[in-house]
């Protein structure tokens, strides 16, 4: 995330406020050379312009030049201030730091309360830590809240940092569908004028040429404007476009509803086989027999039913699914063990 | 004049009563009769709406039960004060009628400027230092300091007010301002708040607008009234820029700076309490823990500093907790005003949604929206927890807390416009960061919700279909009136062409033109010759009226004017304008004649009449569009045209047509009043829908594209037709009606609509259409009468 502006990346144009800003250490004016930058350094947020910077510290660090600082500086961690306030600027700084460290969400806590008292002690940590109060103490559970909480710190860091992506993007496809409404009014808007235009043209050159009554051609003509007309006052009843890009905002993050289950008349009960896989057919003697049967064939029957209701006599008091629990089936489990012998000398 | 519709028997106070005024009676009270009624009406000016108004509704309050009460909003203090007067007319006349006198009160409010006694206070030229200064002499602390003993001020005329009974602080009655004063004089009590204390008790509400729409107003002035007032919104043509007006914030480099001088004079007292009486922060963090709400208690009449409109659920959720403390929030407020001027510093014009604004401004200054949207209410509680008394310099502080609490509560409807320079051209930064409301339904909202009729009334209120668009409303009743005239009074024109049948328009391409140029200049030559006393004359815009003058002087059409008449033009500057209007009036009455030159949307244009002889002829030099380079004129009509699908060409023909109907109406101030309506621009021919219906219906088709000199020969005759004598009688059962015509005309009406049950006769039989059937036989008849 970068701290320079999003919207102003145009230095061409210096702020004639600027005009008199001075270098503290060379005292060379903005005045006499307009492209003169100023930097500071977040160790102690003293400003100095650009060729001083390079002047002391290309050589590796350096005390501050400025009078009474004498801080040790390194010339990689120089940067343009956002703002023109060096407090805040280092606010800022604080502020960012603190916040990397508690990032704790509203909907981490159970109640509006413990949040906002939650809040408040950040909040009381933080402005200590800029108005230079106790400020060991301050790092010190800074500190302490860091190591305790490394997990969750970073998860809410990944959160927040994945909710500001969607936020951006929602943005920018925001943006692009206003664009594409404006577009297509615009189109919309020259068409129907075309419309007209050419209806009009149309009317001028049947007159023109004199072919037909004149009153005729006009009254055509009109009874065409007015069907643009009517297409006109159409767009504006149409109904609002859908937005494909719109998301309410705002919203708790709720738990997602699992899909409603379709009614079942027969409440869970079902007709699938739970013990064992029936096949389409088996070659086994006594099923050769039976086929022939007419108790078993009578009408509305036919063999795989046989087939299946003899299964279930035999497995149905084991409790033991066969397709599901294959490895306690296997793993000799006496009676599963006992079905699988069956099945394959079925087979 | 005592007369029944339906079954509501109504007082009028004067012996006639117009065609139009009856109907606009019967939709009124139709809208009434319905719960949640809204209505859109136009009835020409000069018709006597204020009185058809107040006289249907106070009848309809004193006959219901229920004894709903009536909030009538209009724009000036001299609309106001005409209210109240006419109001006061017809208490004096029922009380007359009826032989008794009613318990009916009505009071108008308005600024403490105006209803101020306090002999220090009063010299105080500033409205807002009024204020303040009032504030710094009757908040509810100051009295407890004076209790305990401290040297303070009070003022005396507000402590008067506190031994009297609070539902009866003045009499019975109707109490126009001027009484209030004296009443207040006489009693040595504040006018000011003896009204503010009434309200609740009061049967008639009269004040303006933007007590009911502001919504930093709205909120602690019209709180209190119940669900079932009748609001009614008179010349409420303007209606949706007022709205827009009231959520819009423009901030300044400057402004700025004060605001950040203010949030160090809080820090500052910050510290001090803290050394003195730290227990009572402790109490307001206290408080502040509970919930907004509960520290606010009631929001009494001396809250210092106003809070924009914020839903309910917000203001009883607790303060976030980060603001919490007293010393975090002023930080808190000290680094939005930073981040603002960092990006005043820009040198290129930005535009973009609050959405964006709010994530740039997290990103640099680990600013959340929550607490944002708090800031307004924090800052009030602050100051009154600080017991601050000299307000005048938070008031910049005040104005960036409800900026923060407005952008972080809205997200459509508004956009920020950042200019750094004032115009194309200039060198010099001073940059300008609008926060522009673009949707004038937000503002509007609250009222449509809370009451049960709201009415929208104005001479001038064409097309009728827009503003229920515009303002998000369902208008039950939308109605447009005719004009009945017993003769026709008054000749719109539409000129399309100069005298060398060259086009005459004030588009971009041509208005520099010297051929037109010189068109305009002979139209104004032609109809300064040719009309009695006073013409007004007006432009779109100051720039074009500036360069257009200039280009008369050097073409000598001026020197030509000035044989025929004085010439006076409108300034920007208001006291300029004063002057120049009262050396128009007295040209006009000394018979010199005299012509103001001025503009479609300036002072002139809104608020000045100009009756009988001070405006016989009107003229539109142009149709008065608006700039529509304008950034946030831009912003505002692709808003409308993705919210509420109006084109943006509709818009601003709709706006510009509203503007012109406006001037034209200027001079038809009643029905014996004449003159000369003169639409001076090509275009106008294609826009002539969108004029008012009762303009529109005098409008023959064989005016509508008339070259100068046709205009002139037009209305020459017209004007010597209207210098004849036109006894009232003349007007009689047509355009002014005794009882007994509006009994006839009833009894009329109650057989059609038997018979139209009967199913013989079409409903179209009965209508406004008859009025100018009538007119027209009846015209020619007593004109014949007064030829020799």
Redesign the interface.
Same mark, same amino acid.
């Given at each position: 995330?970068s701290?320079t502006?999003?919207?102003?990346d145009?230095p061409e144009?210096i702020?004639?406020e600027d005009g008199d800003e001075e270098c503290p250490i060379c005292h060379s004016k903005r005045y006499l050379r307009r492209d003169m930058r100023f930097l500071i350094n977040p160790e102690c947020y003293h400003r100095m312009c650009e060729s001083c910077i390079d002047r002391i510290f290309s050589h590796g660090p350096a005390p501050c030049p400025v009078a009474g600082c004498g801080k040790t500086l390194r010339r990689h961690r120089f940067r343009a201030p956002?703002?023109?306030?060096l407090q805040?600027e280092r606010?800022?700084d604080i502020?960012?730091r603190v916040?990397q460290v508690f990032n704790k969400q509203e909907d981490d806590f159970d109640t509006?309360?413990d949040?906002?008292?939650?809040?408040?002690?950040?909040?009381?940590i933080t402005?200590n830590l800029?108005h230079n109060i106790e400020v060991d103490a301050m790092e010190q559970r800074l500190r302490e809240y860091e190591a305790a909480n490394r997990q969750a710190i970073t998860e809410n860091s990944k959160r927040s940092n994945q909710g500001m992506r969607d936020?951006?993007r929602r943005?920018a496809s925001e943006k692009e569908q206003?664009r594409l409404?404006?577009q297509s009014?615009a189109s919309e808007?020259q068409a129907y004028k075309a419309e007209r235009d050419a209806a009009r043209r149309n009317v001028i050159s049947q007159l023109a040429t004199g072919r037909g009554d004149a009153d005729t051609i006009a009254r055509r003509g009109q009874t065409v404007l007015k069907k643009s007309k009517a297409l006109r006052e159409q767009?504006?009843r149409?109904p609002e476009p859908v937005d494909t890009g719109f998301q309410v905002?705002g919203l708790k993050k709720t738990v997602k509803a699992g899909p409603v289950n379709p009614y079942d008349p027969f409440d869970g009960l079902t007709a699938k086989h739970e013990y064992g896989i029936v096949h389409d057919n088996y070659r086994w003697q006594p099923l050769e027999q039976a086929k022939k049967d007419r108790r078993i064939m009578a009408g509305g029957y036919d063999i795989d039913e046989y087939c299946s209701r003899m299964l279930t006599d035999l497995y149905v008091g084991f409790g033991v699914f066969v397709g599901e629990d294959e490895d306690v089936a296997t793993a000799g489990a006496g009676m599963a063990a006992m079905t699988d012998t069956v099945m394959t000398d079925v087979s | 004049m005592r007369f029944f519709i339906d079954n509501l028997e109504v007082l009028f106070p004067y012996p006639r009563i117009y065609p139009e005024q009856y109907d606009y009676m019967c939709d009124l009270k139709r809208t009434l009769d319905m719960d949640g009624g809204k209505a859109v009406l136009e009835m020409p000016s000069g018709t006597g709406k204020t009185v058809t108004l107040l006289s249907l509704i106070v009848a309809y309050i004193q006959q219901n039960p229920a004894k709903r009460k009536l909030i009538y909003c209009s724009r000036t203090m001299s609309e106001i004060e005409k209210a109240l007067a006419e109001l006061k007319a017809l208490m004096k006349y029922r009380k007359q009628e009826l032989g008794y006198e009613e318990e009916f009160r009505g009071l108008g409010l308005t600024s403490r400027k105006n209803l101020c006694l306090n002999s220090s206070v009063k010299r105080e030229k500033s409205g807002a230092i009024v204020d303040a200064r009032c504030r710094a002499l009757t908040a509810g602390f100051v009295k407890e300091k004076k209790e305990r003993g401290e040297d303070v001020d009070l003022c005396i005329y507000h402590e008067n007010l506190d031994p009297l009974e609070p539902d009866n602080l003045i009499p019975n009655g109707i109490w126009t301002l001027d009484d209030l004063l004296q009443y207040g004089e006489q009693h040595k009590q504040c006018p000011y708040f003896t009204a503010r204390r009434m309200m609740p008790f009061c049967n008639v509400i009269i004040y303006s607008y933007h007590y009911l729409l502001d919504p930093k107003i709205a909120e602690r002035v019209s709180k209190d009234f119940p669900k079932d007032c009748i609001v009614v919104f008179d010349e409420a043509h303007n209606i949706d820029n007022v709205c827009i007006e009231s959520l819009s914030i423009d901030i300044t480099e400057d402004s700025l700076r004060r605001a950040t001088r203010g949030a160090n004079n809080l820090e500052r007292r910050i510290e001090e309490m803290k050394s003195t009486d730290a227990e009572k922060l402790q109490n307001e963090y206290q408080k502040l823990?509970e919930g907004l709400r509960e520290a606010e208690e009631a929001r009494e009449e001396d809250a210092f500093i106003a809070n924009p409109v914020l839903p309910d659920d917000l203001l009883s959720?607790?303060?976030?907790?980060?603001?919490?403390?007293a #010393?975090?929030f002023v /930080?808190f407020l000290?680094?939005f005003i $930073?981040?603002l001027?960092?990006?005043m510093?820009?040198?290129?014009v930005?535009s #973009?949604t609050p959405? /964006?604004f709010l994530?740039?401004l997290r $990103?640099?200054?680990?600013i959340e929206r929550k607490p944002l949207r708090f800031c307004a209410e924090r800052l009030t509680s602050l100051i009154r927890t600080l017991e601050l008394t000299s307000i005048e310099d938070l008031h910049p502080l005040q104005e960036v807390a409800t900026f923060a609490t407005l952008v972080a509560t809205y997200?459509k409807g508004f956009v920020l416009i950042l200019e750094p320079f004032e115009t194309d051209t200039a060198t010099?930064?001073n940059p300008i960061f609008h926060f522009a409301c673009l949707d004038a339904a937000i503002a509007i909202k609250p009222v449509f919700d809370r009451f049960g009729s709201v009415i929208i009334t104005s001479g001038t209120i064409s097309p009728l279909d827009m503003y229920p668009r515009m303002l998000d409303f369902n208008a039950l009743v939308q109605e447009s009136y005719p004009m009945t005239l017993a003769r026709k009074s008054f000749l719109p024109l539409i000129v399309t062409r100069g005298s060398d049948q060259g086009t005459l328009s004030s588009s971009f391409q041509i208005r520099n033109d010297p051929s037109v140029v010189r068109n305009y200049g002979d139209l104004l030559v032609e109809f300064c010759r040719l009309t009695p006393d006073g013409v007004v004359v007006f432009f779109p815009s100051y720039l074009y009226m500036e360069s257009i003058v200039s280009m008369w002087q050097g073409m000598g059409i001026l020197d030509s004017i000035w044989k025929h008449k004085l010439i006076l033009v409108e300034t920007p500057d208001a006291q300029e304008t004063a002057l120049a209007l009262e050396a128009f009036r007295s040209a006009c009455n000394n018979g010199r004649g005299a012509v103001l030159l001025s503009v479609a949307r300036g002072k002139v244009s809104e608020g000045i009449d100009f009756d009988h002889n001070y405006g016989r002829t009107v003229i539109c030099i142009g149709v008065p569009f608006q700039y529509t380079e304008s950034r946030i004129l831009k912003a505002r009509l692709?808003f409308l045209?993705?919210t509420y699908?109006i084109?943006e060409?509709d818009f601003l023909s709709f706006d510009a047509m509203r503007h012109a109907a406006q001037c034209l109406g200027r001079v038809l101030r009643g029905k014996d009043d004449y003159g000369v309506m003169v639409l001076a621009d090509r275009r106008f021919q294609k826009k002539r829908a969108q004029l008012p219906k009762w303009i529109n219906q005098a409008l023959l088709d064989s005016e509508t594209n008339l070259s100068v000199d046709q205009a002139v020969s037009q209305a020459k005759h017209f004007l010597k037709n209207m210098a004849k004598p036109f006894p009232p009688e003349f007007q009689y059962g047509i355009s002014t009606w005794s009882l007994e015509d509006l009994k006839a005309y009833q009894a009329k009406l109650e057989e059609e609509e038997i018979r139209m049950l009967e199913g013989e006769v079409g409903p179209e039989a009965v209508g406004p259409n008859r009025v100018v059937d009538e007119f027209d036989d009846i015209d020619e008849e007593a004109l014949m009468a007064l030829d020799p």
């Open positions: 995330m701290r502006a999003l919207h102003n145009v144009r702020h004639p956002t703002f023109q306030d805040l606010e800022v502020r960012k916040s509006l309360l949040y906002n008292n939650y809040l408040n002690d950040v909040e009381d402005h800029i936020e951006k943005l206003a409404r404006q009014a808007a767009y504006e149409r905002k | 823990v959720e607790a303060v976030p907790g980060n603001i919490r403390r #010393e975090h /930080s000290k680094r $930073e981040y001027k960092t990006r510093k820009v040198l290129h930005i #973009e959405v /964006s994530a740039h $990103e640099l200054t680990f997200d010099v930064p692709e045209r993705e699908r084109r060409n």
